[in-house]
């Protein structure tokens, strides 16, 4: 089995080989003078202001919180959306159907206490 | 199948899951009362009402012999009723006990009381486990309510560096715990309790993927009830959470985690080469009994003392797991019960006595110096749970002793039962260290002991610790209360299930 | 062409031994966070693979446990990193010693 990879190996080693070949390559023959404009972040053009790492506010944080908890919920609602069919046609339907808005509406308790308690106020 | 016949099992199965669905929706409510009426004073009402209804059913379904519902996931009646039985006191003190201690901070608090119970469901789910699903869910549902308690009262950093302490190093124990789930699954090819052993044997050659599972497994429970390898969160957390939430962490939780040990040991390994994790856990029983009661040895702070008494008091739990027969479970499952009403006592004691704005990381043995002379309700109370934490003879903890190691010494297992008498032993010094201060020290000490005339002990509270102390002095007579739990390991020995 | 089990148990614990040695080894709680994070889906992928292995679909049932935990476990994590970074100004594990035995 593991003989079925060799050609996967193969192209790993050609791909590594070709793009360390080419850097090297690069480096070997390609003539380097460094000057002050040349190593400058925008070589032609504005001068840059200040650095680039800034901190980001901590009310990101809040939005991933919020977002991550109602981003994974939807994995329980895909199996029940693509099984659905076939509950209907076992005659389950309707239980289906109430216990997955039961599901909705514990989450839109937690939505509820987000917006009131101001979660989802940017500023 | 037929809608009449589907209605009956779904009444089946929400009266078996009463307690936990009670629960849940009971937090619900909570939280969307509290965001339209902050910190209403219902919230702790509904709450400690909710507790007694559920502790009412559970009572009712005490004589029901042991059931599944929800297709095998979770076990109903019998030994898990006795268990959320235990479970809904450890809440119902803890609410009680919180509305003094949040009023006093002033804050608006109102979800401390949805999410203690969000903790509880998740214990009950935990402690009525039939399957590794619900351990799991169970277990984390319990563990991230408890994460966000601990950090939500901020006074100072203690609070929330506790909770980061609770959190990082229970998560990284979960990570563990799941690799052991996902192992014996592996080893199985079940996730239902009772059918692990036949499935084990089925799949045949999975000795090494098995026993790593259960080691994992294992890991995991061991943190949760902070038995000695894995108890360093423990202090630490103890004394930088809230008090009366750190009385509820080392009883409810350590209740439902040692209930789902049981659970586990009794239902999915059984006698499945019993030895080997008899050993394990006997090593870890022995070092969790010895070092807990040594470390508790030098501390100052009281809470933090209290953390390491709770650690030691796992081991002698433990010790009962070790014998692994039917009187062993049963008496673990008594200990739990009476352990809860002391710990529950005495860090209500500890959260009362924090007058001066101080926070319980600060409260040190000398700060207590005459306060059972000044406050004689607190001092006698206290008296009784520290000699109830002791083991000496007239009160509850000398009978959940006599509970945990006589099905040991039955077994076999002679030489840890001295360990752990030695031990107890030991413990004696310090828990009569705070009845000395209580009682013998000079009543002004320091300044801060002066104001100490002024605070008032809350009549409800000062009600619920007297309770305590009360079931605590007759516990050991009723002896219905002491043999429950044997019942159902006993009709398991005569061919049922429990 | 079918790989065959072990491979994805390997990989899972090599996974797993990525992420105990991140928790155990580096000092910002974000990256912590991360490890853990990465030891869960370690395990999710030993279900998912013992499960297709043996037809039994329990195993996937726990990974949606497994996912939604995690989340709300990162969830509570960042809570409690911001909370903490408000009040110390850090995120490294070890500015964190109010407490010692």
């Known amino acids: ?123 | 199948m037929d809608l009449a016949g589907a209605y009956e099992g779904i009444l089946f199965d929400v009266a078996g899951g009463f307690t936990l669905l009670l629960l849940m929706t009971a937090g619900v409510v909570c939280i969307v009362w509290d965001i339209f009426s902050n910190d209403d004073p219902v919230l702790p009402v509904l709450a400690a009402m909710t507790c007694v209804v559920a502790a009412g059913w559970e009572v009712r379904g005490l004589d029901a012999g042991s059931s599944t519902a929800f297709y095998d996931l979770i076990r109903a009646y019998g030994l898990t009723s006795y268990i959320n039985i235990t479970l809904l006191i450890s809440a119902l003190v803890s609410i009680v006990l919180s509305v003094p201690y949040l009023n006093r901070i002033r804050r608006g608090y109102g979800e401390v009381y949805a999410l203690i119970l969000f903790a509880t469901a998740g214990a009950v789910m935990l402690a009525s486990a039939n399957s590794l699903v619900t351990v799991f869910v169970g277990l984390e549902t319990m563990s991230i309510a408890l994460y966000i308690l601990v950090g939500l009262v901020r006074q100072g950093g203690g609070g929330i560096e506790s909770a980061l302490k609770y959190f990082l190093l229970g998560a990284f124990s979960t990570g563990f715990f799941l690799y052991g789930i996902a192992l014996l699954y592996g080893a199985t090819g079940t996730m239902i309790l009772p059918d692990l052993a036949a499935g084990f044997e089925a799949r045949g050659s999975m000795m090494l993927l098995f026993w790593a599972g259960v080691a994992l497994f294992l890991v995991g429970f061991l943190f949760k009830v902070s038995a000695v390898p894995f108890h360093m969160w423990t202090p630490d957390v103890y004394q930088g959470a809230p008090t009366p939430l750190t009385g509820y962490m080392s009883t409810a939780s350590k209740a439902a985690a040692f209930a789902a040990l049981i659970l586990v040991l009794y239902y999915g390994l059984g006698d499945l080469a019993a030895t080997k994790w008899q050993t394990a856990l006997a090593v870890v029983a022995l070092v969790t009994m010895v070092g807990g009661n040594i470390f508790a040895l030098v501390q100052n702070n009281v809470k933090r003392m209290l953390a390491y008494s709770s650690v030691a008091h796992a081991g002698y739990v433990l010790v009962a797991l070790v014998a692994g027969t039917g009187e062993g479970y049963a008496g673990a499952a008594y200990y739990l019960l009476i352990y809860s009403f002391m710990n529950l006592g005495a860090f209500g004691v500890m959260a009362l006595l924090e007058w001066d704005q101080k926070e319980g990381s600060e409260q040190t043995i000398d700060s207590l110096s005459g306060v059972g002379l000044r406050k004689p309700i607190l001092g006698v109370v206290m008296t009784v749970f520290m000699f109830s934490l002791i083991g000496f003879p007239p009160f509850g903890g000398f009978f959940g002793k006599i509970a945990v190691f006589a099905p040991a010494i039955e077994a076999g297992f002679t030489w840890l039962v001295i360990v752990g008498v030695l031990a107890s032993a030991l413990s004696g010094y310090y828990y009569l260290r705070v009845l000395y201060v209580f009682w013998m020290r000079p009543q002004s000490w320091s300044a801060p002991q002066v104001q100490a005339h002024k605070f008032p002990v809350p009549s409800l509270s000062a009600a619920v610790l007297v309770a305590c102390a009360v079931v605590l002095t007759v516990i050991g007579f009723v002896p219905v209360v002491r043999d429950l739990p044997m019942v159902y390991f006993d009709v398991a020995f005569t061919g049922g299930t429990p | 062409m079918e790989i065959a089990l072990s491979w994805y148990l390997t990989l899972a614990a090599v996974l797993f031994a990525i992420g105990v040695a991140g928790v155990l080894l580096r000092s910002n709680l974000i990256i912590i966070l991360m490890s853990v994070e990465l030891m869960l889906n370690a395990v999710n992928v030993t279900l998912v693979a013992f499960s297709q292995s043996m037809g039994d679909v329990s195993g996937q049932i726990l990974v949606f446990f497994v996912m939604s935990v995690a989340a709300a476990e990162a969830a509570i994590g960042l809570a409690i990193v911001i909370a903490i970074f408000r009040n110390k100004l850090s995120v490294d594990i070890n500015d964190f010693n109010l407490f010692k035995w």
């Open chain 1, 1 to 123: 089995m593991p003989a079925d990879f060799v050609p996967l190996l193969l192209m790993l080693v050609l791909a590594t080989g070709l793009a360390l070949t080419l850097l090297l390559a690069a480096r070997w023959l390609g003539p380097r003078r460094a000057n002050p404009v040349k190593v400058s972040t925008y070589e032609s053009g504005m001068d840059p202001i200040g650095t680039a790492r800034q901190r980001y506010s901590v009310k990101f944080y809040l939005v991933a919180m919020i977002f991550i908890i109602f981003d994974v919920e939807v994995v329980f609602l895909y199996p029940w959306a693509v099984s659905f069919q076939e509950f209907l046609a076992a005659g389950s339907g309707v239980g289906v159907l109430v216990v997955v808005t039961i599901f909705i509406l514990v989450l839109a308790v937690g939505l509820l206490y987000d917006i009131k308690k101001g979660g989802l106020e940017f500023d």
